[in-house]
């Protein structure tokens, strides 16, 4: 069944229906990792926990979600999209049952990684549905703007909904709210979501998945671990041996395969290579600044876990505020204003920290609460924008999909090198503020590059390569492997628009996910 025969006689009803129930999925999977933030330090007191063991909590996670959203979006252009989104809802709502039931702290850990398994099944394809429900360009720039604002919103509700359940309830509690929220999302995607595929989907690359499963993974123990194990340890030199050959047999098979996971010639688009790095940096300082800033005010200041949110709230709701200011932005003016500007102030907030100790005192603590959450807002549009302008918009999918990869890669590793950074300071003796000033400038370097990086890939030297990739992209595209102009592809299948209504020259890209 073609998807088009039903799509065209949907009600604009039921189509505001479908966006709502893609919203949903969003919501849950987004609020997942602020909300667990939060809950850190009471579940590190019931399991005794280390910071690596803190650390796993979340990277297990963000690992899982980075290694599978690619494959989720093929395959569910593959084998229909209604379908992996209804069991992807299936696993996430279980794992998060599961999660809340965790006997110990390897329990959680392991029931983690099945709620990602299902969290990569949701977003990418939400975005997929979503472009294939709303054909008309300003109906789905309108949905794409919605679903931009829920990430902002997940993002500032998750400290203050997760301080109040940890405070009332108890941690565990975090985990119940999305059991609700995934049954009636299951039930209404059974009933009102069409069935939809790709008419050319890619296939599948299982050695391309495994590599890059590899890889992620191997970085992540490494860095993790090594504080514990020591660098020369052979667990850590082994993982950091087996990410590196994993790197290289990637770069060699990929650039040989008609159907690539990634397409490596993607990189030759100084725009596309330079939204990966600015998406890796930016969620690294923002798992790291908020992993940070947790355990800080609750272990440190003594605050509660529902204190500890509300001080966290200036940062969340400025981000909020800046992300639609951002989109039209980047509609005027292009990519280049928002991402200077984001880069500028996550790097005053983090130099605060870094060089000011701005945690010891509340009003220069808040200002760099500010400083980064205007920062973080403004830094989501461009980033999906970048990695696809120019691309072929049959590639616009898959494009979409390497930027929110980068995103959930930087999350892990921010993770990793700030608890690494910590938890090597406190092994020393010093206290948390000594032990956190080097990862505070790590944070600070992260936002620097978004600045550098911002500034030398949107430029026209920038532009002329993406033109050149794209024209490449397209003549090698023989009809067997890849599907003609405008047909869906990867997760976040179609030429949609940007989030802010405005059509960027070859392809439009998918809000962050």
Avoid at 32 to 45: E, G, K, Y
Wanted: proline share 7%; aromatic share 8%.
């Amino acid at each position: 069944m073609h998807h088009t025969s039903v799509v065209d006689h949907m009600s604009r009803g039921r189509r505001l229906l479908v966006l709502a129930i893609c919203c949903m999925s969003l919501l849950i999977v987004s609020l997942d990792n602020t909300v667990l933030n939060v809950a850190l330090p009471a579940m590190r007191r019931e399991f005794h926990a280390s910071v690596s063991g803190m650390q796993w909590t979340i990277d297990a996670y963000t690992l899982v979600i980075a290694s599978l959203l690619i494959l989720a979006g093929s395959t569910a252009d593959r084998i229909g999209r209604r379908r992996v989104f209804a069991w992807g809802l299936v696993l996430f709502t279980a794992g998060s049952v599961l999660c809340s039931l965790a006997p110990g702290l390897e329990w959680l850990i392991a029931f983690r990684m099945l709620q990602a398994v299902g969290g990569a099944m949701l977003n990418p394809v939400a975005m997929s549905i979503i472009t294939n429900t709303f054909t008309d360009p300003k109906e789905r720039a309108r949905a794409i703007g919605v679903w931009g604002a829920v990430v902002g919103i997940s993002m500032a509700a998750g400290p203050l909904v997760g301080g109040l359940l940890v405070d009332s309830v108890g941690w565990r509690s975090i985990f119940w709210v999305n059991v609700p929220v995934g049954l009636l999302a299951l039930v209404l995607t059974l009933r009102h979501v069409p069935e939809s595929r790709s008419e050319r989907p890619r296939r599948a690359d299982p050695v391309g998945q495994l590599l890059v499963m590899v890889l992620l993974g191997g970085v992540t123990y490494a860095i993790i671990e090594a504080p514990a194990e020591g660098w020369s340890s052979p667990p850590i030199l082994g993982c950091a041996l087996g990410a590196a050959a994993a790197l290289a047999g990637l770069l060699y098979y990929e650039s040989r395969r008609a159907d690539p996971l990634i397409d490596p010639r993607f990189f030759r688009s100084a725009p596309f290579s330079g939204a990966t790095v600015i998406a890796v940096s930016t969620f690294a300082s923002l798992s790291g600044f908020l992993f940070l800033t947790t355990l800080y005010l609750q272990e440190v200041r003594g605050l509660d876990a529902l204190d500890a949110g509300l001080h966290m709230l200036p940062m969340a709701a400025f981000a909020f505020l800046c992300a639609p200011v951002s989109g039209r932005l980047v509609a005027s003016y292009g990519p280049r204003p928002s991402l200077l500007i984001a880069g500028v102030a996550m790097g005053a907030s983090g130099l605060l920290f870094a060089a000011f100790s701005a945690e010891t005192s509340t009003p220069l603590m808040f200002t760099g609460y500010v400083l980064f959450g205007i920062g973080f807002g403004l830094v989501n549009a461009p980033i999906t924008n970048t990695a696809v302008s120019g691309m072929p918009r049959a590639q616009a999918g898959v494009a979409a999909a390497v930027a929110s990869t980068s995103r959930q890669t930087g999350g892990a590793l921010g993770v990793a090198v700030i608890g690494a950074v910590l938890a090597a300071g406190t092994a020393g003796g010093a206290d948390f503020a000594t032990a956190t000033r080097p990862a505070w400038w790590i944070i600070t370097g992260c936002a620097l590059l978004v600045l550098v990086v911002g500034a030398v890939t949107t430029g026209p030297w920038a532009h002329a390569t993406a033109l050149r990739t794209a024209q490449s992209l397209e003549s090698s595209s023989a009809p067997p492997s890849a599907p003609p102009p405008g047909q869906a592809t990867g997760p976040a299948a179609g030429p949609g628009p940007r989030m802010d209504g405005g059509m960027p020259p070859a392809a439009g890209p998918a809000p962050a996910g």
